[in-house]
């Protein structure tokens, strides 16, 4: 059985590197998807209409190390618990901003979760991290 994994956040380009960097879990699919403004999931890759509860298994929310969650991250983060219940937050740039792991902390706190993950898709950083994380949501 597969289980399909949504990977979105407000950067198209930095959703769709981390979910190449995390493509290859057996058993996992993974969608990826921008949010608006609002918050809403949109732009879903390969998918028409709205998601639903019980579409995805899991979900990896993509933050960057360079500024905290905003309000639109909190909705969005909100509404993917609400579609999936399990959700990993990950953030990219942690080797290109001093106060990276400030912002992760302060990313967290927003979003009443106890960390936000720091990866690098380009070097695989955290990466094999979240995958073990996704290969035990297809259970």
Avoid: N, W
């Amino acid at each position: 059985m597969t289980a399909r994994v949504l990977v979105c956040g407000q950067d198209r380009r930095e959703t769709t590197e981390v979910a190449g960097a995390l493509s290859g879990v057996d058993g996992v699919e993974l969608v990826t998807a921008v949010v608006g403004a609002d918050g809403a999931v949109a732009g879903r890759d390969g998918a028409a209409g709205d998601p639903a509860v019980g579409d995805y298994a899991a979900g990896v929310y993509v933050l960057t190390s360079a500024a905290p969650a905003d309000a639109v991250d909190a909705a969005a983060f909100a509404r993917l618990q609400a579609l999936t219940g399990a959700v990993i937050a990950v953030a990219t740039g942690a080797d290109r901003y001093q106060d990276a792991e400030l912002v992760r902390s302060a990313s967290a706190r927003r979003l009443a979760i106890p960390a936000v993950h720091p990866v690098d898709p380009g070097s695989d950083a955290g990466v094999a991290d979240v995958r073990a994380a996704l290969a035990k949501s297809d259970r």
